[in-house]
């Protein structure tokens, strides 16, 4: 009995050290917390078919550099570049969303909800409304204070191989399956050509085009991605189903379709290609892992004693 009673007095003890966020933050303080988001980027959304595509990589961008502190919404100013004027967040979007779910909380309970926490609560809500799973988002996270562009060199690239994904997921305490999982977040949304056409012409001294892109695929985004290129808006959507959130995007990677040489590298690397066959396979087991993967992601780099922004853009 007295053994039971100390293992169960130690997990208290670890669950208690682990309790930053919880489900039930704003309970007291703002019950109506992500009934508002939810509205807002519902709203958004049906205005413009791109923003869940734009807030889910919001997240993924804003957690990766300096945690889950939503350094990535912080504007620049005259002495310091911020994340978000980087080359690899210039093509970042909606940042709008963000703004209007913040004011909106500031008027029903002043300086409660952190942007942080919108960023988070607003990514799982697109997945949702894409036909994605449904989770509980832990909240709680605190406001950072720095964003240096220079930061963003972290990200990871799309033209990673897999070696290079798993240190970069790693780095973040993120499992190899996480980073599969998290992968099939672009089942949702586009990208301009700069971020595969290296795949395409040049490849390597053996091979003109990427030999993992499949033929007619490859010659598909030449065609969008001719050289010289006068259209900068030009590119490819990430699975056909780019609007909903499913597994064809996994599907697309067992024929050699994947639109960053990142992705396609996951079914050609023996650690992460069983993973990939699983979720093209049952999509229902995809949605599972996403979810806790997406749970994993939103506990990196918390921060628990800072502050709330009055204004997502700008630091207190």
Known sequence: MAKNATVLFLMMIVCVSEAVLHTNYYSKTCPNAEK????????????????????????????????????????????????????????????????????????????SVSCA????????????????????VLKGRKDGKISNASETINLPAPTFNVS??????????????????LSGAHTLGFSHCSSFQSR???????????????SGFAQILKNKCPKP????????????????????????????????????????????????ESFANEQNLFFKEFAASMVKLGNVGVIENGNVRFNCRVVN
């Open 36 to 111: 508002i988001i939810l509205q807002t980027v519902y709203n958004a959304s049906i205005h413009d078919p791109k923003v869940p595509a734009r807030l889910l990589r919001l997240f993924f961008h804003d957690c990766f550099i300096r945690g889950c502190d939503a350094s990535v919404l912080i504007d620049s100013t005259p002495g310091n570049q911020a994340e978000k004027d980087a080359p690899p967040n210039i093509s970042l979007r909606s940042f709008y969303v963000i703004d209007e779910a913040k004011s909106k909380l500031e008027t029903a309970c002043p300086h």
């Open 200 to 214: 395409l012409r040049n490849f390597s001294t053996i091979h003109d085009t990427d030999p993992t892109l499949e």
């Open 229 to 276: 290129n006068l259209d900068k808006n030009a590119g490819q959507f990430l699975d056909p189903t780019s609007s909903t959130f499913d597994n064809v995007y996994y599907k697309r990677l067992l024929e050699g379709k994947g639109v960053f040489g990142s992705d396609q590298s996951l079914f050609g690397d023996s650690r992460t290609k069983t993973i990939v």
């Open 164 to 181: 290079q994904l798993i240190q970069s997921f790693e780095n973040r305490g993120l499992q190899v399956k996480d980073l599969v999982a």
């Open 117 to 136: 926490d919108i960023v988070a609560i607003a990514a799982r809500d697109v997945v949702t409304l894409s036909g994605g799973p449904y989770w509980s």
